[in-house]
C-alpha cells in the first residue's frame, strides 16, 4: 500500500520530500515520511525473510544486528548453533525482508539499489528488487535506531529511497603510504555504512607498487619494501567489498608516475636507471618508454593478470601528470613521434593509450583514466575521472565519455565538510545538455596518501566523505548545511562505532605527543587546543615540511588536528550570530567570554607548562603564541561591544596586524578562528556603522573590511 | 671493563643492586649503575652491527628504531633502499650491538638471554650470548629514552641483565571468546617490550575449537562457528613469535573442557550426543571417553598434526576440571575401570594420559598440563602448571616434576596489579628444597577469556602482566610496590605505543555507552566515574550476570571499568597518609575535599542527566547513588577531621551500614574506594583515641574496626 502511494509521487513528478521529518539518516533518503508511533527494539527483536534465501543480505543482517547489539547492549535470541533467531512466521518478526533478486555476486555499475522501508509500531518492513537495495535499507534502517528514556525505539516511517548517482566512490592511494589490509576492510565498511559503492584503489605510484604480480614478482619484490598485497588477499578484499554492495576498481597508473615499475626494470623506462623506489613527494620524471616493445610484452602480461584478478570491468590506467621531462630528453622517442606522426607528446600518449586499450578490450575490460587520456581516439565507452574540475566532466561528456568527478572531492587536502558537499557533480546552473546530464556517473572522494599513515587515514577520511555520500545518494536539492553538519556528527559516532578510528586515534596519540611528563590536566589541554586546529589545507603542507618522506612519522601536531574543526566552527557560528544583529545578546556574548576564557586557561597552561618542556610539544609554541593573540583580541573586541567603547582606527590596524601573523600557520596546522576573531575585532570597532546599515550592506561592509575566502583548488 | 666489574660481583655473591639509580625500566634489570652524563638522541643517530650479521636481531632493531622515531618525532637516515643508515664503522655509531651467536631460530626453554648495555656519552654498545638477549637489550634501551627541555636522550648507564626464571609466561584463551590474530600479534608485541618469552595459546575448550585440523576438519568447522586459526596463520604466528624471542606452546584441552570437539563427533564423549558447542560459563560435563579406542584414533592424527604444526617440544594438554559427571554416569566406563584396576576416575585419567605420553613422545613432544595431571605415572619431564596453589608446585617438584605457577597470576579475574607482583613462584620462605627450586621454571599470567572481546581483552591483561612479568624477571628482592606503580604508568605507555589498545580502547567505548545525546561534559563526567570504578573481582561477574552468554555484547559499565583503578589507589593513598599521621595534613585534607567535589559534579552531571535518559546508563544508577553515599560520607569525616567534632557512635554505624550497601556490586562493578571512606570515617569517629596509641596500635585499631580485605583465589 505505502509502496504504491510512495512510488506514485515519483511517477507524478511531486516534489520530492528530502526531509520530511526530523532525523539523522545520512543520506538524506530520497523520500521519507514521519508516521505515528515508534517500533519499540527490544531483545525480543526477530528478523525474517520473504521469499527465496539471500546469502549476501543474510550476511549483511547478521552483521547489522550484531552492530545493533554492540550499541544497544540488548542480546538478541540465537539458536544453539548461533543463529539469530527468526520469529515463527513473517507475521510474529520484528523486521520482514523482501529481495526479489540475488543481483550480481559481484556488485554492477547501475544495478538496481533502490529499496522502501516502511517502519509501523508493529513491524518493520523492508522491500527491495535486489540484493544492493536490501543492503543499503538495512543500514538505514540501522541510522534510524535510537534511544530516549523509554527504551531503544525505530521511529514509525516510510521511505523509499534510490540513488541519484550509480558512481559514488572512494579512493585510496595505498602507495605514498602503505595502507594495509585491515585499513582497506574498515574503510569498506564505512563505505557501506553511507551508501557509498565502488572502492577504487590506487595501486601503483613512484613511491610502491602495491599489487603482487605471479608473472613479473620483480615488481612487487623491488618497488614495495615488502607492502604489497597478495593476490589471495586481493581476491578475499574483493570478496569483503562485494558482501557489502561495492565494487573495487583497481587502478595501475601508467606511463607516468612510474618509478616504482622501473626499480625492478630500468630499461621500460625512458630515461637510463638505475631508479630507486621514490621516498618524497611531488610529480617525478620517470615515464614508460611508448616506443619500447617490452613495455607492451610486460604490460600485456600484467594487465591480463590483473583483469583476472579483478572482476569489475572498468580497470584504471591513470594516465595522468606525465610531465614530459624524460620524453623531451630522449631522441630516440622524439624521433618516433615524428616518425609516426604522432605531433607531440600528448599524442604519444594517446599511441600509448590506444595500445593499452587494445590489451584491455582483449581481457574484456573498459578504459579508465584521469582527465588527461580524454584525448582524440580514446575508445568509446572509457570512463573520464577528472580532477581538474567541471570543465573536466563538460568536456568528457561533451564527446560522449562517461565522466566521474574527483574534483572537488579531495579529500586528502583538509578542507571543510561543507566545501565538498556543496560541490556537485551536475549542478542545475552547469551548461550540460540532457545527454550529457545521463553520462555524469557521479563522483569519487579521493584519499592520496602523502600524509596519512594506517594511524591517521581514517581522521581525514571521515566523517567528510559523509557529506560527499550524500551529495552523490540523495536528491540533487538536499542541500542544507547545517543539517548535514548536524547528522554529520551523528553519522560520525555510527562510523566509528563501525570500527572506524578518526576519533578514537587521538586519544593514544595526544598521550603520546604530550610525553611521559604531562598531567591528565594537560593532557586535557592539550586536547582542547587540538580541537580548534586544523591541518594546513591544499597542499600548503609540502610547503610546510619539504624535508619529510615516506619514512617521516605523521604523528605530530598536525597530525592529531583534524579537517574541519568543530570547536572553530562552533565558535565562528557563534561569533556570526553575535555580529550580525543589530542588538548585541548579551547572554552570547557571556558564551564567548567562557570560550575563550576557557581556551585561554589551556593555553596558558601548555606555554608555561607541557610545551616549555617536552621535545614534540616545541613546534606548538608560535601556535599557542598565536592562539594567545586571537584569544586576547577576541576578549578585547567582545568588551567592547558590551562597552560600546570602539577600538581606534590605529588599534584596530595593529589588531589587524597581530591577526595575520597569528594566521599564519607552523608545523603545518593553523587555527581557523583566527577569521572570526578579525570579523569580531572588525564589527567591534565599525559598531557605530550599524544601526545606519540594512542586514545586507552591514554584512558586506564587514566583508570588505575582513576579506573573503579563497576557493578550493586541487590537484593529484 | 664494565661486564667484568659487573659479572664480578655476581660471581662474588655480592648483594644485587636492583635499583641502583632512578629509571623506568620494566622488569628492574639484575644489575644497573648510573654512569655520568648522557648519550644525546637525534635525527643522527645509527647503529653498527660487530661480527656477523643476524638476522632476527636486524629486524629487532628495525622494530626498535621505528618504535623511537613514532614516540620522538625523530627520523633517522635511511638509504634510498629504506634501510636505516649505520654508522661507517662502529666506532662512529650511536649505538654498536655485538650479539655472539645467531641462538635458536626457534627459541628454546633455557636459551641464554642475558645481556649488558653499556651506555655512555658518546656511544650506547650492546653486548649479548645470544639473539635473546640481544633482542632483550634492545627492549631495554628503548624504555631507557627520555626528554626533558634539552631533547631526547638516554642516560649514561651499565646495565648486566639476565632473567631469574626462564619460562615467563601468558596464556590467552581464544576459545570462549575467540581473539583473531590480530590481537595475538598486538600482545605479543606487549610481551616482548617486558621481557615475556612464552606465549601460552589455550585452542581448545567447550565453547570453541580454535585451530584447524586437516585431517579432521570436523573439528573446527563444527565447533568454532568459522573462528579459527589457518594452520597457515599459525605458522606466521610462530615465527611472529620467533621474531621476537618467544616460545608458543598450544594447549588442546582434554579430556575435559572438551564439548567442541564431540560437536563433530559426539561418538568420543562420554555419553550419547549430540553436542552443541557451549554458549554459558562454567565447568561443563561433556569428556572424552578414555575406553574408546576411536578416542585414541583421533588424537593420534591429530597430536601428530599438531606436534608438527608447533615446533616447541612442550605440548599442553590440559587435562583439568573433569567433573566426572560423564564417567560417573556411564555404566561402561566404571566397569573398564573395574576391569584394569584403575580404582577410580583419577586413574582412568592417569591410563588417559599414559595413552597421550605415548602418542606425544612418538612425536618428540613433552606433555604439560594443569595440577590434575599430576598422578603416580605421570611421565618424566612432563611439565606441571598450577593453577591451584603453592601446594601445586611443591607437589609436582617435591616428585621431580618442572613446574609453571599460575596461581595468582590470574589475570581475568581483575586482582591489583600489587597482588600479583607479591606472588612469588618460589618464596624465599617456601618450604622448598634446593632441588625443588631449580625445577620452579617460571610463571604464566593467565587471560581466561569468558569476559573479554578483542575490545578490552588488553585492558584486562595490561599493564597489569608486566608486574608479573617483573616478578618473573627480576631479582627476588626487587618488592617495592610503590616503585613499581610507579614504573607500570610509564610502561603502560610504552605497551600503547607498541600497539595495545587497554587505554585506547575507553575514548570510542565510553562515547557508545554514553550515546549520541552525550555532551561533551557528560562524557568527561562518565570518565571520571569509569575511573574509580572497578570490575568485579574473582567469579562474581558470573553471578551478577548469569544470563551472559557468548553472545553478550561486552562494552557495558563493566567492561569500560578497569582492573586496579590507579584513581581509587590515589585516593586511597592520600586518605591512609591523611589518616596515619598523629597531627592532621590541612594541605592534604584540602585536597582530598577537592577530589570529593570534581567526584561530585560528575556524579551529579551523570545521575541528574545523562544517566536519567540513556539506556544504555540506567544500569550505573545504583553505582552512581554508592558513590554519592561515600562523597557525602567521605566529606563529612573530614570536615569531622578538621573541626575535631566527631560523629557519635550511633551516626558512625548508621554511616557504616550505609557504606556497606554502598560497597555492593553493581552490573559487576563496584567502587573500591568505599574501603576508603570507611577508614576515613572510623578515624574521624574515634579521632580521639589516637594521641594515647603508638602508629602501629592506632593502625591495628582502624583494622580492627574496618575489617580486613579477603585474599586472593583463583580457579579456571
Given at each position: 500500500m505505502y509502496r504504491t502511494l510512495f512510488l506514485g509521487s515519483f511517477l507524478l513528478g511531486l516534489p520530492v520530500v528530502a526531509n520530511a521529518f526530523d532525523n539523522d539518516v545520512m543520506p538524506v533518503p530520497a523520500l521519507a515520511q514521519r508516521g505515528q508511533g515508534r517500533l519499540a527494539l527490544t531483545g525480543d527483536f526477530t528478523v525474517a525473510f520473504k521469499g527465496t534465501g539471500n546469502p549476501r543480505v543474510k550476511h549483511a543482517l547478521d552483521r547489522a544486528l550484531l552492530r545493533v547489539e554492540q550499541r544497544t547492549g540488548l542480546t538478541f535470541a540465537r539458536s544453539s548453533d548461533g543463529e539469530y533467531l527468526a520469529g515463527r512466521k513473517p507475521g510474529d518478526s520484528s523486521l520482514v525482508i523482501e529481495c526479489e533478486s540475488l543481483g550480481n555476486d559481484i556488485p554492477a555499475l547501475g544495478e538496481d539499489e533502490s529499496y522502501a522501508l516502511a517502519v509501523s509500531p508493529t513491524q518493520a518492513k523492508l522491500h527491495a528488487a535486489n540484493t544492493l537495495g536490501a543492503m543499503h535499507g538495512l543500514e538505514t534502517l540501522l541510522q534510524l535506531v535510537q534511544s530516549d528514556a523509554d527504551g531503544w525505539f525505530i521511529p514509525a516511517v516510510s521511505i523509499e529511497d534510490r540513488p541519484r548517482f550509480p558512481w559514488r566512490g572512494l579512493m585510496i592511494d595505498v602507495c605514498r603510504h602503505w595502507q594495509p589490509m585491515e585499513v582497506i576492510k574498515r574503510n569498506l565498511d564505512g563505505m557501506a555504512l553511507v551508501k557509498l559503492n565502488v572502492l577504487h584503489l590506487h595501486l601503483t605510484e613512484d613511491q610502491g607498487f602495491r599489487i603482487e604480480s605471479k608473472l613479473f614478482p620483480r615488481l612487487q619484490q623491488l618497488g614495495s619494501d615488502g607492502h604489497f598485497f597478495t593476490q589471495e588477499e586481493m581476491r578475499d578484499l574483493i570478496r569483503y567489498a562485494a558482501e557489502r554492495g561495492i565494487r573495487v576498481v583497481p587502478e595501475f597508473d601508467i606511463p607516468g608516475h612510474a618509478t616504482s615499475w622501473v626499480?625492478?626494470?630500468?630499461?621500460?623506462?625512458?630515461?637510463?636507471g638505475p631508479y630507486v623506489i621514490e621516498r618524497k613527494w611531488g610529480v617525478k620524471d620517470p615515464v614508460l618508454d611508448p616506443t619500447n616493445p617490452q613495455v607492451y610484452d610486460l604490460l600485456e602480461g600484467f594487465l591480463g593478470e590483473m583483469a583476472d584478478l579483478f572482476p569489475d570491468p572498468y580497470l584504471h590506467?591513470?594516465?595522468?601528470?606525465?610531465?614530459g621531462v624524460q620524453w623531451n630528453a630522449n631522441p630516440r622517442i622524439q624521433a618516433f613521434i615524428r616518425e609516426h606522426s604522432l605531433g607531440d607528446n600528448a599524442g604519444l600518449h594517446t599511441y600509448f593509450n590506444g595500445k593499452i586499450h587494445a590489451i584491455l578490450a582483449k581481457h574484456g575490460k573498459k578504459l579508465t583514466g584521469w582527465d588527461e587520456i580524454l584525448h582524440a581516439g580514446l575508445p568509446a565507452g572509457s570512463v573520464v575521472q577528472s580532477w581538474r574540475g567541471p570543465d573536466g566532466i563538460a568536456a568528457a561528456t561533451r564527446q560522449g565519455f562517461p565522466a566521474v568527478l574527483s574534483n572537488g572531492y579531495y579529500i586528502d587536502l583538509c578542507y571543510t565538510a561543507r566545501a565538498h558537499y556543496l560541490n556537485d557533480p551536475a549542478p542545475e546552473d552547469a551548461t550540460l545538455t540532457d545527454d550529457q546530464r545521463k553520462l555524469v556517473l557521479g563522483g569519487e572522494a579521493t584519499m592520496w596518501?602523502?600524509?596519512?599513515t594506517p594511524e591517521t587515514i581514517d581522521s581525514r577520511t571521515w566523517p567528510r566523505t559523509a557529506a560527499i555520500a550524500e551529495r552523490l545518494w540523495?536528491?540533487?536539492?538536499?542541500?542544507d548545511v547545517p543539517d548535514m553538519y548536524r547528522r554529520l556528527a551523528v553519522v560520525s559516532r555510527r562510523l566509528e562505532e563501525a570500527g572506524l578510528r578518526h576519533e578514537g586515534y587521538l586519544d593514544p596519540a595526544l598521550r603520546r605527543l604530550a610525553g611521559d611528563g604531562a598531567s591528565g590536566t594537560d593532557l586535557a589541554a592539550l586536547r582542547v587546543f587540538v580541537d580548534v586546529l586544523e591541518p594546513v589545507k591544499h597542499y600548503e603542507r609540502g610547503r610546510q615540511q619539504p624535508d619529510h618522506t615516506q619514512f617521516t612519522p605523521l604523528n605530530g601536531l598536525a597530525d592529531c588536528s583534524r579537517p574541519d574543526s568543530a570547536a572553530s566552527r562552533d565558535f565562528s557560528e557563534r561569533v556570526e550570530a553575535v555580529i550580525r544583529?543589530?542588538?548585541?545578546?548579551e547572554g552570547e556574548l557571556n558564551r564567548l567570554v567562557e570560550t575563550l576564557a576557557a581556551w585561554n586557561s589551556s593555553a596558558d597552561r601548555l606555554t608555561n607548562g607541557l610545551a616549555a618542556k617536552s621535545p614534540r610539544l616545541e613546534e606548538a609554541l608560535p601556535l599557542l603564541r598565536s592562539w594567545s593573540v586571537a584569544i586576547r583580541i577576541g576578549r578585547d573586541s567582545i568588551e567592547s561591544l558590551r562597552t560600546g567603547k570602539a577600538a581606534s582606527p590605529e588599534a584596530l590596524k595593529s589588531e589587524l596586524a597581530e591577526l595575520e601573523l597569528a594566521a599564519l600557520p607552523h608545523a603545518a596546522a593553523e587555527l581557523p578562528i583566527i577569521n572570526s576573531i578579525r570579523r569580531l575585532a572588525v564589527a567591534a570597532a565599525i559598531r557605530d556603522q550599524r544601526r545606519a546599515l540594512d542586514d545586507e550592506a552591514w554584512l558586506r561592509r564587514l566583508n570588505e573590511l575582513t576579506g573573503a575566502e579563497k576557493p578550493a583548488t586541487s590537484r593529484h
Open positions: 626499480v625492478a626494470y630500468p630499461e621500460l623506462a625512458s630515461a637510463p590506467i591513470g594516465g595522468d601528470e606525465n610531465n596518501s602523502e600524509w596519512v540523495s536528491p540533487a536539492g538536499v542541500r544583529e543589530n542588538n548585541i545578546d
